[in-house]
């Protein structure tokens, strides 16, 4: 039996969770699905384009550690692709003759 000399490994720091922008995205996108089948479609997809819009804002000034799953190609991508996505979405909304209920 070998008794080690060296001082036992102190336990690596816990790691601080960020909480992830796309959590943010999702939840709201949800929302807007929600009311757009409950409620009235426009608003509905009103909201699911302004989520869209926060979140090409947030991929735009968040630094990639801080954007979480937000990133998936480059910044520039992220960005136009959101927010054209959320311009398509909002000017569909506004144009688009919804029956009254």
């Known amino acids: 039996m070998t008794l080690d000399p060296s001082p036992p490994a102190s336990a ?5 969770r960020r909480p992830d922008p796309l959590i943010l995205v999702i939840v709201g996108v949800t929302v807007g699905v929600v009311v757009a089948l409950l409620r009235r479609p426009q608003p509905g997809m009103l909201v ?3 989520t ?3 979140g090409a804002f947030l991929r735009l000034v968040l630094r ?3 954007a979480g799953s937000l ?6 991508v992220d ?8 311009t398509a979405i909002g000017v569909l ?3 688009t003759p919804f029956p009254a209920r």
């Open 12 to 16: 690596p720091p816990p790691v601080r």
């Open 48 to 50: 699911i384009s302004g």
């Open 52 to 54: 869209l819009a926060l």
């Open 64 to 66: 990639p550690r801080d």
């Open 71 to 76: 990133v998936v190609r480059s910044r520039q």
């Open 79 to 86: 960005v136009v692709l959101l927010a054209a996505l959320a």
């Open 93 to 95: 909304a506004l144009v």
